[in-house]
């Protein structure tokens, strides 16, 4: 049943994913989306803080029928958008005071609100939604890494869903990690986001960066990618500081990234950590709760979880088979 806001603790507090204090500041309606659904939900949200200088917000928000009227969000420059997880239908929604129609609120359909205009509603079916608040300069931060003007209004209506593929296949894929959220690292989340808001520029916007004829990577730009990747374990880096470090864009980078290595960026990052704990595992001075911290991983068990994917066998049952 619905119970009050939390936010997620990711055990990635260096890594500039979340502050001290579980929130983000007591500012804008991305900072303080807790605060915004007091009481009657449950939210688990975590902030993205890059290369951008922007803060993203994620929250999965749930709630029971007749929750009634939701804190009006100021106006501000940004966008909010959802992905839904379940299906929509009754409720009230105002626009700077006028009362404006929600359709096509279904699960796997998304929904876009223009925080320019003051948004008000009422919610009286349950919901469960994976909502983003991004700043516009987040969107003109992006632009400015490809060498492009910043991003024009978005051609999307207010409160009306639709459904695009790109959005829902990496909200479903975000969803699911936040279950996992204290196994989050900074590389993972600005992955997705990057992808996610290039999408959205390019396909109800201005484009983010020039379009180019694929070329792939050169070979000293995939050994610097791998060797930050390598340096940085604990995946407290960022799309845009290795793109920056290829003299490219940080979506180009990853979509070429993964052309190359067949991985994406986070992918690598997982490759490394279980080749360095196969490394410990052999050396044979180290416990495998101990490993797991060294190599990067959340603790024991997202260590066995993704070395059993990666490799076939437990880290215990590999050390043992691998014994002289």
Sequence with gaps: ???AGRSAELNRRD??????TGTMGRHSYGERLDEHWHGKTIVTSLALRGATGSDVTIARIAG????????PVPAQEGYAFSLELSDYEKGELWLDGRSTPQTGLLRNNCVFFDLRSRVEAKLEDPFDTLHFHVPRRYFDSLARAGGRPPMGDLRVVSGQGFFDPVISHLGLAMTAALERSGELSQLFLDQTMVALCTHI??????????????KGL???????ARE?????????LTIAEIAAACGLTPSYFARQFARVT??????????????????????????????????????QSHFTRVFSREIGTSPKAWRDAHRQ
């Design 15 to 20: 890594a500039g994913i979340i502050d001290e």
């Design 228 to 236: 930050m990747i390598a340096d940085r374990l604990d995946g407290n």
């Design 64 to 71: 029971g029928p007749d929750f009634g009227f939701v804190e």
């Design 218 to 224: 050169a070979a000293w730009q995939v050994k610097r």
């Design 1 to 3: 049943m619905p119970r």
């Design 262 to 299: 067949g991985m994406t960026p986070h992918r690598w990052l997982l490759k490394m950590r279980v080749d360095r704990g196969r490394q410990l595992l052999l050396e044979g001075r180290m416990t495998i709760a101990e490993i797991a911290v060294a190599c990067g991983f959340a603790d």
């Design 201 to 214: 520029a390019g396909a109800y916007g201005t484009a983010l960066e020039p379009r180019a004829v694929a």
